[in-house]
Antibody, heavy 125, light 108 residues
């Protein structure tokens, strides 16, 4: 079935970087955008950025510009999100989520129809 | 940036009754709006896209309406499994997406 499976929980010290993976299966990985969304404990959803796995093109929320990098390895159908200069406020669950339409069908943005299970990232000294 | 504002923050409704959740955009997002349901410890689930189209497998008791800046999610007859947090999301202002802050639907 169509699914996104993320890497396991991480504990990092302030100032470090974290790289979360998101492995796609059950569909053509390069045909659908991958987005990253995070959620601090007890808080709402915060969109971080998107990536077109076909071209590698990316777009990041202004808040994360300069600190986030989204990449992919098409040979293993896996997307990555790396966040650097971590601080305690980055402690959250990080989700990858697939855009519902194939990227070449998308006129504007898109709803997210498939989500990974989430990866807990804890930043603590 | 388009700001999405959901109301109320918490809604208390009895099982079997109707629930109406609101979402307002700070500027027009046309019909490029989605609704998600999230239960504790789970990832969000897509309910509605295009403001009014149910996603695959979503029961008919969920309906969405609105366009422009005012949107509504209605759950016609609440089941026990419907008590959760609901988020709206605009995707008109691509490549930037924004979510509302969420409405918690709790059992009265």
């Amino acid at each position: 079935q169509v699914q996104l499976v993320q890497s396991g929980a991480e504990v990092k010290k302030p100032g470090a970087s974290v790289k979360v993976s998101c492995k796609a299966s059950g569909y053509t990985f390069t045909s659908y955008d991958i987005n990253w969304v995070r959620q601090a404990t007890g808080q709402g959803l915060e969109w971080m950025g998107w990536m077109n796995p076909n071209s590698g093109n990316t777009g990041y929320a202004q808040k994360f510009q300069g600190r986030v990098t989204m990449t992919r390895n098409t040979s293993i159908s896996t997307a990555y999100m790396e966040l650097s200069s971590l601080r305690s406020e980055d402690t959250a669950v990080y989700y990858c989520a697939r855009g519902k339409l194939r990227y070449f069908e998308r006129v504007r943005g898109d709803a997210f129809d498939i989500w990974g299970q989430g990866t807990m990232v804890t930043v603590s000294s | 940036e388009i700001v999405m504002t959901q109301s109320p923050a918490t809604l208390s409704v009895s099982p079997g009754e109707r629930a109406t959740l609101s979402c307002r955009a700070s500027q027009s997002v046309s019909s490029n709006l989605a609704w998600y349901q999230q239960k504790p410890g789970q990832a969000p689930r897509l309910l509605i896209y295009g403001a009014s189209t149910r996603a695959t497998g979503i029961p008919a008791r969920f309906s969405g309406s609105g366009s422009g800046t005012e949107f509504t999610l209605t759950i016609s007859s609440l089941q026990s499994e419907d008590f959760a947090v609901y988020y709206c999301q605009q995707y008109n202002n691509w490549p930037t997406y924004t979510f509302g802050q969420g409405t918690k639907l709790e059992i009265k």
